[in-house]
């Protein structure tokens, strides 16, 4: 789908020819992840969870963008390996474990771990970060649905980028 659009694109001189294949992984990406989301908020419904799928995803996503993490071989996999994982978050979920203050406080450490190791290696992005952070640790502290999820992000996002930086 993605290819022919972006052929139609060149058909009509909107792109060009020679842009192509970079409009071509833009669109693949774009329809990739939206699939991925459109997958996670349907777990998260099944789960009776879109709260925390929701949660999950704020949480997520800027630190997932900002640290980086471990990626898949090919889309498939990524895609398949995803899914189980955050059906795994959603049952531990269900369950209550990311609820006990001893991991909230062990998962800010983490995301402090985190924080300074990319402010340390990237300045560019060091004052957004740091706003990020703040917003972050005070919605938690004050809403319990996102700290269950700020909880899990956190544990995810730092297992892959633990997992990228030992497999290569």
Same mark, same amino acid.
């Given at each position: 789908?993605? %290819? ?29 992840? %939206? ?16 709260? %925390?799928?929701?949660? #999950? ?13 471990? *990626? ?9 390996? #995803? ?41 560019? *992005? ?23 999820? #700020? ?7 730092? #297992? ?5 930086? *030992?497999?290569?």
């Amino acid at each position: 789908m993605a %290819f022919k659009l972006s052929k139609t694109l060149v058909d009509y001189n909107v792109i060009l020819e020679e842009d192509k294949e970079i409009y071509d992984y833009g669109l693949f990406v774009l329809i990739f992840n %939206f699939l991925c989301l459109a997958s996670m908020f349907f777990l998260g419904y099944l789960c009776q969870q879109i709260g %925390f799928t929701i949660g #999950f995803l704020l949480f997520y996503l800027p630190n997932r963008t900002i640290v980086g993490g471990y *990626h898949c071989k090919t889309p498939k996999t990524c895609y398949m390996l #995803f899914n189980l994982i955050f059906m795994l978050i959603l049952v531990c979920n269900k369950l209550g474990m990311f609820n006990s203050f001893p991991i909230y406080i062990f998962s800010i450490l983490i995301y402090i771990i985190y924080l300074v190791s990319v402010l340390t290696h990237d300045n560019k *992005h060091g004052k957004i970060i740091l706003i990020i952070f703040t917003i972050f640790i005070i919605a938690t502290g004050l809403i319990d649905i996102l700290r269950s999820a #700020f909880v899990s992000s956190v544990l995810l996002n730092s #297992f892959l980028y633990n997992i990228s930086r *030992h497999i290569k």
